[in-house]
């Protein structure tokens, strides 16, 4: 199965952990369940994401605009499940 990498922050978070999904709903559902998680730890980087992602969310043109473009990035991507082959 086709697999993509992207990072907390490249979704809107803050920091470097990866998540690796096939569909864009699944890495975007990966990122928030981290944020959640760090959040409730009281990480302060995270909760500032969280509260800029709230900000794009009140205005769903911006959010849209800004989701969509995320999902471009993702499909731009590089099949991550190759690392097997030999180089
Ligand atoms: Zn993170």
Redesign the pocket.
Known sequence: MMMRTMT??QLG???D?EFHASTFEAIEDQ?KQ??RQ?IRKGDKA?LKAMIDMQKRMQAPEVFNAWLEGKRKEFEGLPDSNTNNEPE
């Open positions: 907390c922050r978070g803050a920091c952990m990122s981290h944020g760090m995270h």
